[in-house]
């Protein structure tokens, strides 16, 4: 039976003698760290990730930074340091929280970019139907639905000025056409 399990790329009949020790010693100590039954570790998941599915809501705060971001090896990491599945699990899932921000944040960057595109498409329509671009967004508010014309991560005004034969179109979040 021992021939047949496989630590890493060796067989277990190829490891040396202490290789074979250390391999039991962690499995023994894997016996204690580990929980007893799957809906422990559910329980133990869902906790560690309870933060997580807040992030889906719709009215969370995305202005408030993670506590660790950018640095996992802290003191108070290594002050906390625990040998049980539920401190693994955490320590996994707080490494995961920083990549969260940014996948907000290249969301939040999409989103303005896409509203743009759509007010830009409703300026060249002015265009093509009257020959010149428009004074100002009032002239396109009824092309493109209103959530169109505000910066989402900012919530104000997308601004527009026309330069005679050009025109600008940019936000706080992301310059849409350049100014």
Not at 53 to 75: C, G, L, V
């Amino acid at each position: 039976m021992a021939a047949f399990i496989v630590a890493g790329e060796q067989e277990a009949s190829t490891l040396t003698f202490v290789q074979k020790k250390l391999f039991k010693a962690k499995t023994i100590l894997n016996w204690f760290a580990m929980p007893h039954t799957p809906q422990k570790a559910a329980m133990i998941f869902d906790r560690c990730f309870e933060r997580y599915y807040t992030m889906a809501e719709p009215e969370f705060d995305w202005a408030h930074e993670p506590q660790n971001r950018y640095s996992f090896i802290t003191k108070e990491n290594f002050t906390r340091i625990r040998f049980n599945f539920e401190f693994n699990v955490k320590r996994m899932t707080d490494v995961l929280e920083e990549n969260y921000y940014r996948i907000h944040e290249i969301y939040m960057n999409n989103l303005a970019l896409r509203r743009g595109s759509r007010l830009l498409i409703a300026i060249k329509q002015y265009y093509n139907e009257h020959g010149i671009w428009p004074a100002n967004l009032d002239a396109v508010k009824s092309a493109p639905p209103a959530e169109t014309f505000i910066d989402p991560v900012t919530g104000n005004l997308l601004e527009y000025d026309n330069h005679g034969e050009r025109f600008s179109l940019y936000g706080e979040t992301e310059n849409i056409w350049p100014k």
